[in-house]
């Protein structure tokens, strides 16, 4: 369940911060392969991993977020979500009963929340750096973290 969690709170959606959602930009700054930096992340207690991988794909409003988990074991867990950064309610690939929202904040932020009946569990935001080579996603709710990217 912690493992199925933290791909969620990974991949999930923020309800609309502006009436108006930005659209992302034709080349989408965010899409690409992605390695988490752990020793630049700061990463909740209740989430053991040992190494996330994380590929971006964007098309207008529709991203998809493809991530593989190394687990303290070594394991490792595969999931995907395909997400509408429009505002628009999706469920939830992983966690039944869980919805995503998204919503693009300007062409560097993409934020995610994720709601299980009338409660918000988690809000995530992404933010690629200006160089376009880290990705920030900042996590809150049943999980504070940050986990920092870098493209491959």
């Known amino acids: 369940m912690t493992q199925v969690l933290l791909a969620t709170l990974l991949m999930v959606g923020t309800s609309a911060l502006t009436k108006e959602p930005a659209r992302a930009p034709a080349a989408s700054p965010f899409a690409g392969s992605w390695t988490a930096d752990l020793s630049q992340s700061r990463l909740d207690a209740k989430m053991a991993i040992k190494g996330v991988e994380l590929t971006i ?3 207008g409003n529709v991203v998809t977020l493809s991530s593989s988990f190394t687990l303290p ?5 595969s999931e995907k979500e395909t997400l509408r950064a429009d505002g628009t309610e999706k469920a939830a690939t992983f966690i039944a009963g869980v919805t995503h929202f998204a919503n693009w904040v300007g062409p ?3 934020a995610l929340t994720a709601r299980k009946g009338n409660q918000n569990i988690a ?3 992404y933010e690629v750096s200006s160089d376009g080579q880290t990705l920030t996603a900042r996590t809150s709710g ?3 973290q ?3 990217f870098r493209r491959r």
Do not use: K, S
């Open 123 to 125: 809000l995530i935001t």
């Open 57 to 59: 794909g964007v098309r």
């Open 73 to 77: 074991n070594g394991q490792t867990q």
């Open 108 to 110: 560097q932020v993409l």
């Open 146 to 148: 940050m986990l920092i």
């Open 142 to 144: 049943l999980v504070e």
